[in-house]
Each structure stands twice: as C-alpha cells, then as structure tokens.
C-alpha cells in the first residue's frame, strides 16, 4: 500500500498520463492525465489487460514479453499509434516501470504515457518538459498543451482565462546564502503554496528556475487580481529553512486570452512583459499586460540581445576625455569611457545599454574588455612618442565583487606592457561600504601593483569620512551635480568648498568633474582645484582624436 499512497501524491499532480498495473498488467486506476493524452472519454475499467486498452496490433504489446521484462525487474518501452475511438489518431510513448510490495493487490507496475517524439531531458532544476520532479508540479511542455487546449474551449464557450508568472524575487539570495539544499526546500514549499491557492479546476506548473505559470478561469475582470493578491500573501508568510526563517517575496505579470489568434507562447510572453514592469516597481506586486509594457519589454529584449553579441562583433569602442591642469592647460590623464556603435542603429548612448549590461552580468565581460583596451591603446600612444599620462578607468560593483578581480587587473597590465602608475581605477563609495575590512585589503592588493585609486560621484554615496581615511585612495572625483549650478546656487557652491578643502586637508588629489562654463572654472581656480574634467576643454572623443590633443594639448 506504500508505493499506492506514494503515486497517489504523483496521480494528482503529474503531466504525464499514469496507468497503475497489478502483477498480471491489469488497470488498477489511471489519473486524468491519461484521458487527456489518450482521448478516451470512458474511464478504463478495473481488471482490463493492458494489452487489449488500446485494440491494436498484439505484437506491439505482447503480454507475455513485457510481464518477463517487469518480473526481471527491468524497464519496457514502446511507442505506438491508435485510434482512440473519437476520430482521432493518437501517437504516444508508454514505459512500463516495476514497482515494489505486488502483493494484496497493489500496483505490480506503472505504465507513463507521453507524447509520441517527446524526449526526456533534465534542466538544472531536475524537471522534464512534462513533470517537475522537485515540486510535482507540470513542467513547460504539458503546461503549453492545457493553455492551448484551455484556448481552444474558450473560443467554443467564451469562458475567460488568465495566466498568471510568478517569479520569486531575490531568490539567487537564497541559493548563493544559504545553498541550494535550503533554495529547493524553499521552491518545494512555495510550489505548494501556491497550489493551495487555487482552485482544482485551475493549473500550476514550474517552467523554470524560480517561474511558476498559473492558468486560471476567470468570471470577472478582477477575478485574476484577487488571485494574485492571495498568492502574494502567501508566498509572504515567513517560511522556515533549517534553523531559522526566512520572508520571501514573488512579482507576478497577469495577462487574459482575449484574442482570437492568442497562443500559449503569445501569452506567456504577454505575462513576461508585465513581470518585467512589476519588477521594475520593487517586486511584491503584480501588473497585468499592455501594448505599451510590451513593446517597451520587447525593446528591452532586443537590446540584451544585440548587447550580448556586440563585444563578439566589436561594436564596442572606447572614447576619451582629458583631465586638464586648471592652470598650464596640460593635459595631466583622461578617462576611458565605453561607447556602443550598432551597425544598424549608430551610436547607442551608456545610459541605455549600462544598466541592462549591470542587470545581466554582461558588465563583466564589458568591464574586462574595457580595461584591457584601455591599458593596450595608452602603452600604444606612450610607445608612439606621445605624453605619459594615466588612464582612469570605471570599476561596476559586480566586477569588484569577482575574486578574481585583481588577477584580472594584473594580466591587463602584463599584456599591455603598461606601467601601473598609468592605470587608475574608478570606484564608487556605495562600493567602499560593504565588507569593510574585506574591501581594504582587495584595495591594498591593488595599489601593491603600483596603480592608483579614485573615488568616483564623490558627495553622491555614503560620504563617510571616519571610513574614507582608511582606504588607500589618492583621488576624489567631485560628481558634476555639485559643479554644474555652483555660480547660482550659494549651498551647493558651499558644499563644493567643503569637499574641495577636505580632501586637501586628507592630502588626496581632486578632481572636478563636469565643468562646462567659464564661471565653473574661475570658481574651481578660486578654490585651488588644480584638476578639472568636462566639455570646456574637451567632450570624450574617438582614440585617433585624442591622440592629436595629447600632441598639440589644449588651446586655452
């Protein structure tokens, strides 16, 4: 009775079609699955062989060949067609598994039907396309088939549905924090949560990772909403994991069929475009589809990825902006600022792609490039006869984060040939704040190389200056927002004399960024910040124009 109580948890949840057999492969009981795959309206009746359910050839299922198999305790597979008396050819894999305790009457074994060509392959969540071994939910596969099929009754009835994505936010916390063990008892309990939600005419099923998909009837236009309300309440009760407990939160994109060309794959991707907006307002919410979302969503998709193949196709250039002495006019370093060239769409501004590259971790791989490049193209100038000055270059905190960071900054210079005092990172004080003693000694490692460090937006982040003198920085950048109404705004120009005279007080160098107007310069000379960036001297420009500046310098 074990392996009945056992299948009966699978009979309820399972995708695929399920037949339980006695020893002689006699129906014992079949799940609902299997007169969705099959077709056959009339349930099967107890005690009918297996071999004459299906009326077809009786060399495609001999009985007495495949009761040898399972009593050897091995594993019979066929695929097969019939005609399951409604007009309909079906085509179907079954695999017949032996099953333990045969005797008084339990299952000698269970035969698993599924669509015919469909292979069984394991994600990295250990489900199939048709049954998700960790939460005994439906997988992708037959999730599409109930929604197409959900699709096709609606259209007949005028019945509404709803789906429904859900996707746990934060949830990499889980896994990375505690470790997968804890994360798939998590996944399991909310699976079951979610589930407890709904109705039994309703459907739930793992699509990947942390997504579920919910297909609902709906009666109302609110009917999905109030739903999603309730599964967000549920999934925000506190969940116990290992010793201690856990809050988790979920996003959910709400989408209805409402058009007679809708299919599952339009649908879930509909809900896709409304989860992304529901992310984007904090998570814990929910946000139903709109054209607008979508086209915005689908913008963003097609920016990820053209971005994903623009450092393959070297689309990516840098450009470069001098740091200018306020007094001489020499040019004393410059920055290297990345800058995107589409070959369809011209020049895609930072502001635009950066973000998205922070989001997916692609900035790693950009951040690298950026930094080899950088350090390549000043050891080619200094080789070329022209002035050695130090190349800053941006730092994104998911690149800090890396362990391997330093080797990586340590091979950018050995293969550049570059002389470390011509490097110069630019970190920001959000990044400074977390694991303090950690990140000292990762900044340490740095400056042993022979680099130096600046501090990038200085006055935007943290500010906090007990903090600020244990780091091994030699540089504040001043963020242009206190430069740029310093000659109308008295506290603003106040607040940049505060940081201009601290970092003098620190002996750390300055350097102002974004200074357009003369006013921003009589006012920085006036404060004797020697160092100064921005377009009155020189917007970033392409390398073959920065490397005439470097050889004529700045006309003042």
């Given at each position: 009775?074990?392996?009945?109580?056992?299948?009966?948890?699978?009979?309820?949840?399972?995708?695929?079609?399920?037949?339980?057999?006695?020893?002689?492969?006699?129906?014992?009981?079949?799940?609902?699955?299997?007169?969705?795959?099959?077709?056959?309206?009339?349930?099967?009746?107890?005690?009918?062989?297996?071999?004459?359910?299906?009326?077809?050839?009786?060399?495609?299922?001999?009985?007495?060949?495949?009761?040898?198999?399972?009593?050897?305790?091995?594993?019979?597979?066929?695929?097969?067609?019939?005609?399951?008396?409604?007009?309909?050819?079906?085509e179907l894999n079954v695999t017949i598994l032996p099953l333990p305790d045969t005797a008084n009457g339990s299952p000698g074994s269970v035969a698993i039907f599924k669509y015919y060509g469909l292979t069984t392959t394991f994600s990295d969540q250990s489900s199939t396309g048709n049954f998700d071994i960790l939460t005994g939910l439906p997988g992708a596969t037959i999730f599409y088939d109930r929604v197409e099929q959900a699709l096709s009754v609606s259209r007949r009835t005028k019945q509404s549905i709803a789906l429904l994505l859900v996707d746990l936010d934060r949830f990499a916390m889980i896994n990375d924090g505690l470790g997968r063990e804890y994360g798939d008892e998590v996944l399991r309990e909310i699976a079951g949560r979610i589930k407890s939600s709904l109705r039994e005419s309703d459907s739930a099923a793992r699509i990947t990772g942390d997504n579920f998909c919910l297909l609902i009837k709906v009666t109302a236009d609110d009917h999905s909403a109030l739903v999603a309300e309730k599964i967000l309440k549920s999934i925000n009760q506190p969940l116990s994991v290992g010793d201690g407990q856990v809050?988790?939160?979920?996003?959910?994109?709400?989408?209805?069929?409402?058009?007679?060309?809708?299919?599952?794959?339009?649908?879930?991707?509909?809900?896709?475009?409304?989860?992304?907006?529901?992310?984007?307002?904090?998570?814990?919410?929910?946000?139903?589809?709109?054209?607008?979302?979508?086209?915005?969503?689908?913008?963003?998709?097609?920016?990820?990825?053209?971005?994903?193949?623009?450092?393959?196709?070297?689309?990516?250039?840098?450009?470069?902006?001098?740091?200018?002495?306020?007094?001489?006019?020499?040019?004393?370093?410059?920055?290297?600022?990345?800058?995107?060239?589409?070959?369809?769409?011209?020049?895609?501004?930072?502001?635009?792609?950066?973000?998205?590259?922070?989001?997916?971790?692609?900035?790693?791989?950009?951040?690298?490039?950026?930094?080899?490049?950088?350090?390549?193209?000043?050891?080619?100038?200094?080789?070329?006869?022209?002035?050695?000055?130090?190349?800053?270059?941006?730092?994104?905190?998911?690149?800090?984060?890396?362990?391997?960071?330093?080797?990586?900054?340590?091979?950018?210079?050995?293969?550049?040939?570059?002389?470390?005092?011509?490097?110069?990172?630019?970190?920001?004080?959000?990044?400074?704040?977390?694991?303090?003693?950690?990140?000292?000694?990762?900044?340490?490692?740095?400056?042993?190389?022979?680099?130096?460090?600046?501090?990038?937006?200085?006055?935007?982040?943290?500010?906090?200056?007990?903090?600020?003198?244990?780091?091994?920085?030699?540089?504040?950048?001043?963020?242009?927002?206190?430069?740029?109404?310093?000659?109308?705004?008295?506290?603003?120009?106040?607040?940049?004399?505060?940081?201009?005279?601290?970092?003098?007080?620190?002996?750390?160098?300055?350097?102002?960024?974004?200074?357009?107007?003369?006013?921003?310069?009589?006012?920085?000379?006036?404060?004797?910040?020697?160092?100064?960036?921005?377009?009155?001297?020189?917007?970033?420009?392409?390398?073959?124009?920065?490397?005439?500046?470097?050889?004529?310098?700045?006309?003042?």
């Open positions: 009775m074990e392996s009945i109580l056992f299948l009966n948890d699978f009979f309820n949840h399972s995708s695929d079609g399920m037949l339980l057999l006695d020893p002689q492969l006699s129906a014992l009981q079949a799940n609902t699955a299997f007169y969705q795959l099959t077709g056959f309206k009339d349930h099967i009746t107890p005690g009918t062989r297996f071999d004459t359910i299906f009326a077809i050839n009786k060399d495609v299922f001999n009985h007495s060949t495949i009761v040898k198999h399972l009593q050897n305790n091995h594993v019979w597979q066929k695929a097969f067609s019939y005609e399951n008396g409604q007009g309909e050819t079906k809050v988790i939160t979920a996003s959910i994109g709400i989408t209805t069929a409402g058009g007679k060309n809708d299919t599952a794959e339009l649908l879930i991707e509909h809900c896709e475009s409304a989860l992304h907006h529901a992310k984007k307002q904090g998570g814990n919410c929910f946000h139903f589809y709109a054209d607008a979302l979508n086209k915005t969503a689908k913008k963003r998709l097609e920016l990820e990825h053209n971005l994903r193949r623009a450092l393959e196709k070297e689309e990516f250039v840098l450009f470069y902006q001098p740091k200018v002495n306020i007094n001489s006019g020499a040019v004393v370093g410059m920055e290297a600022l990345i800058r995107w060239i589409h070959p369809e769409q011209g020049m895609i501004p930072p502001f635009q792609f950066i973000p998205v590259a922070e989001e997916t971790g692609m900035i790693i791989d950009i951040g690298t490039w950026v930094l080899h490049e950088a350090c390549r193209q000043n050891k080619q100038w200094q080789n070329e006869g022209l002035s050695k000055v130090p190349v800053a270059v941006n730092v994104s905190p998911r690149q800090f984060q890396l362990t391997t960071f330093g080797d990586e900054v340590y091979r950018a210079i050995e293969h550049s040939g570059i002389a470390p005092e011509y490097l110069e990172l630019e970190i920001t004080e959000s990044m400074l704040m977390s694991n303090i003693d950690q990140t000292i000694d990762k900044l340490k490692s740095l400056t042993n190389i022979g680099l130096t460090l600046a501090i990038d937006d200085f006055g935007t982040g943290y500010s906090n200056l007990s903090y600020l003198t244990r780091f091994p920085v030699s540089t504040l950048k001043i963020d242009r927002a206190f430069i740029k109404d310093v000659e109308h705004d008295e506290n603003i120009a106040a607040l940049t004399r505060s940081i201009i005279s601290m970092s003098r007080s620190l002996n750390m160098k300055i350097v102002a960024e974004g200074a357009e107007v003369k006013e921003h310069i009589d006012f920085l000379k006036e404060q004797k910040c020697n160092t100064v960036q921005g377009f009155y001297y020189s917007k970033p420009l392409p390398a073959d124009e920065f490397a005439k500046l470097l050889k004529q310098g700045i006309r003042l």
